[in-house]
């Protein structure tokens, strides 16, 4: 008998009210045995505060009752940016676009990363100027997203979604031109792909509906012009690295090992940006 959320977990026990298989992970305790998580949301009559005893998600998040919660508020800011970057135009974009180093007319002063401005490598991942470009971006965040975050919980999701903008917008740092701009939620999407990748071999799914997607996906950033693949590789590279570390880490020691695992992450994505601005100033 395999747990109903996680069936990769083999169990004894079953839920006192649905008779659901649940794993430890899985179980709060109930006046009388133990419930699922679907039981304590729909109220389980123990009269226990609403956070004791809180099942947890397969990287030990809490489970929320809204599973798309952080994905709804990173949709969110790319529509207010998509919609200031049209009523405010390109100066609003070249002042918050990835760009590494350059002399900007439109601004009139040298610009990008390497000239300090550092948030540049966060803010590029939120900005889409193309209506296409922002529909397809946000499909994938809503689709993928609501794959990934309950599995995640909303902590873990949203530091992954921020280090994988971070990662991409690293990686294009140190490889394009520095007076190439990019912009783009394509870093955190392909993030949120690794991460996908990494789940579904975690849950055992069949492997090959994921592969194809991932090819497919790979294929189109290296098969059309003007993609920035650096930002979909650094993306979809961290994605995969930092979910693995967050569903594997041993339970015992596992706030331990993934704060360790992001803080690592970002020294790396840090490293390669003080390399860079090094080698450009």
């Not at 109220?43 to 609403?50: L, Q, R, V």
């Not at 803010?123 to 296409?132: I, P, Y």
Request: proline share 4%; net charge neutral; aromatic share 8%.
């Amino acid at each position: 008998m395999h747990c109903y959320r996680h069936p990769d977990v083999e169990t004894g026990i079953r839920c006192t009210r649905c008779e659901k298989p649940i794993c430890p992970d899985c179980m709060v305790s109930a006046s009388v045995g133990f419930q699922c998580p679907d039981c304590v949301r729909g109220g389980s009559g123990t009269g226990h505060a609403p956070d004791a005893n809180q099942p947890r998600t397969l990287a030990g998040g809490r489970v929320a009752a809204d599973e798309r919660f952080v994905t709804k508020i990173l949709i969110a800011i790319n529509l207010v940016l998509f919609i200031a970057v049209r009523v405010a135009g390109d100066r609003f974009t070249d002042e918050l676009v990835m760009i590494g180093f350059a002399y900007n007319p439109e601004l009139g002063e040298v610009v990008g990363v390497a000239d300090g401005e550092w948030y540049r490598l966060l803010t590029a991942a939120f900005l889409h100027q193309d209506v296409a470009h922002f529909v397809f971006n946000m499909l994938g965040l809503w689709i993928i997203g609501g794959i990934v975050e309950p599995e995640l919980g909303r902590v873990r999701y949203a530091a992954l979604c921020l280090l994988s903008g971070l990662s991409g917008s690293a990686l294009v740092y140190v490889l394009d031109a520095p007076n190439q701009a990019s912009l783009g939620a394509s870093g955190i999407v392909y993030g949120l792909i690794g991460s996908w990748v990494v789940l579904a071999r975690r849950r055992r799914y069949d492997m090959r509906p994921v592969l194809l997607f991932v090819a497919i996906s790979l294929i189109l950033t290296f098969a059309r012009p003007g993609v920035s693949w650096e930002a979909h590789i650094g993306g979809l590279v961290a994605g995969a690295v930092l979910t693995y570390a967050l569903v594997h880490a041993p339970r015992d020691r596992r706030a331990l090992v993934q704060y360790g695992a992001c803080g690592l992450l970002l020294l790396i994505d840090l490293g390669m940006v003080l390399g860079r601005t090094v080698a450009l100033t």
